[in-house]
């Protein structure tokens, strides 16, 4: 899945991380995913990320993302502009 996000909360890359690192922390510990920021390295007010996960169904798999989602729409100062899902 690939996420692109406003971070409407950052005027630095030092906010931005201080936003983007908890929620990442958080999402690989509870949901065992791989995540990596794909783009927006230098715009402090975005960034994409992708998540990657494995599981014996594309039913879990589904599950497992929308459960992701919506995690991000409660971080304070992360909002989501755009997101695509590919099942391979």
Same mark, same amino acid.
């Given at each position: 899945?690939?996420?692109?996000?406003? $971070?409407?909360?950052?005027?630095?890359?030092? #906010?931005? !991380?201080s936003?983007?690192?908890? &929620?990442? /922390?958080?999402?690989?510990?509870?949901?065992?995913?791989? $995540?990596?920021?794909?783009?927006?390295?230098? #715009?402090? !007010?975005?960034?994409?990320?992708? &998540?990657? /996960?494995?599981?014996?169904?594309?039913?879990?798999?589904?599950?497992?993302?929308?459960q992701?989602?919506?995690?991000?729409?409660?971080?304070?100062?992360?909002?989501?502009?755009?997101?695509?899902?590919?099942?391979?």
């Open positions: 899945m690939k996420v692109k996000f406003l $971070i409407p909360g950052a005027n630095s890359l030092k #906010d931005k !991380r936003i983007l690192q908890p &929620f990442i /922390h958080g999402i690989r510990n509870n949901y065992n995913v791989s $995540i990596n920021e794909l783009d927006g390295d230098d #715009d402090p !007010r975005s960034a994409t990320l992708g &998540f990657a /996960h494995i599981a014996k169904s594309s039913d879990l798999n589904h599950k497992k993302l929308a992701i989602v919506d995690e991000a729409a409660k971080v304070k100062n992360l909002q989501i502009e755009r997101q695509s899902t590919e099942v391979l």
